[in-house]
């Protein structure tokens, strides 16, 4: 875990912070320099097809528009609606190599 948390601060200037609620020796989230949790990185036993990064989330706008341009490309969506607990909606999907991507769009 250290490599993986050493390798997003010095390359990316990102900055590793325990996960809310969670061991820190075994789930760090790193953040940008806007306070964005962008990566979240744990020592979990992997599913097949992950490494130790669990999943990868960003910052979005345009809900409608990327929810209608994933699944024409034929991705299998899952949605969450947390408008009214953090005002955020939320679209999962998994990159091709098998991440998990995490999209988040705040107000929308």
């Known amino acids: ?8 601060e010095d390359m990316f200037d990102m900055r590793a912070e325990a996960a809310p609620g969670q061991d820190p020796a075994k789930n760090s989230w ?3 320099q806007a306070g964005n949790a962008l990566v979240h990185v744990n020592l979990r036993k992997p599913s ?5 990064i669990h999943h990868a989330a960003f910052a979005c706008q ?6 209608e341009r994933l699944s024409t490309a034929g991705h299998k969506l899952t949605e969450l609606d947390n408008r009214k607990v953090n005002g955020v909606r939320q679209i ?3 990159s091709p190599e098998g991440a998990l991507i995490e999209l988040n769009f705040r107000g929308e």
């Open 92 to 94: 999962f999907l998994h």
């Open 30 to 32: 790193l953040f940008d």
């Open 48 to 52: 097949e097809g992950q490494g130790p």
């Open 62 to 67: 345009g809900y409608e528009a990327m929810r």
């Open 1 to 8: 875990m250290s490599e993986t948390l050493s390798f997003f």
